[in-house]
C-alpha cells in the first residue's frame, strides 16, 4: 500500500494542527494504521493507533488527552488531530499500516515491528 501524509507546519505552543494520511488500498479497513514521530537525534516513537474498524484506539502517554487519532473508512485516510502543541511535539510524523489482526500488530503494543508500510512524513515544529 502507498501512505501519503500531509498537515504538518509550524505553529505555536498551545496551539492544533490536524494530519492526515491518506492510504491507496482496496480494503483500507483491513489495515490497522497508526502515527509515530521521530524527533532529531531520536528514535523513532510511538503516538498513536487505531485499528481496522476504528473501535480500538491507543495513545502513548505522552500525547492523550491532547492527541485524538480517527479514520474515515470510505475516504482512505487516517487523521492525528492534535492540541495543546508542546515544543517537545516538534518531530516528522509518519503514518504507518498494518494489516495483521490488531491483537497481533506491533501497533497494539506501541511497536511497528519490521512489516509495516510507511509513508513520507510530514514534518511538525511548534515553536514556544
Known amino acids: 500500500v502507498q501512505l501519503q501524509a500531509s498537515g504538518g507546519g509550524l505553529v505555536q505552543a498551545g496551539d492544533s494542527l490536524r494530519l492526515s494520511c491518506r492510504v491507496s488500498?482496496?480494503?483500507?479497513?483491513?489495515?490497522?494504521m497508526a502515527w509515530f514521530r521521530q524527533a532529531p537525534g531520536k528514535e523513532r516513537e510511538f503516538v498513536a493507533a487505531?485499528?481496522?474498524?476504528?473501535?480500538?484506539?491507543k495513545h502513548s502517554d505522552s500525547v492523550k488527552g491532547r492527541f485524538t487519532i480517527s479514520r474515515d473508512n470510505p475516504k482512505n485516510t487516517v487523521y492525528l488531530q492534535m492540541t495543546s502543541l508542546k515544543s517537545e511535539d516538534t518531530a516528522v510524523y509518519y503514518c504507518?499500516?498494518?494489516?495483521?489482526?490488531?491483537?497481533?500488530?506491533?501497533?497494539?503494543?506501541?511497536?511497528?515491528?519490521?512489516?509495516?508500510?510507511w509513508g513520507q512524513g510530514t514534518q511538525v515544529t511548534v515553536s514556544s
Open positions: 488500498a482496496r480494503t483500507f479497513s483491513s489495515y490497522n
Open positions: 504507518a499500516a498494518d494489516s495483521s489482526n490488531w491483537a497481533r500488530s506491533p501497533f497494539s503494543s506501541g511497536n511497528y515491528g519490521t512489516r509495516v508500510d
Open positions: 487505531i485499528s481496522g474498524t476504528g473501535h480500538i484506539k
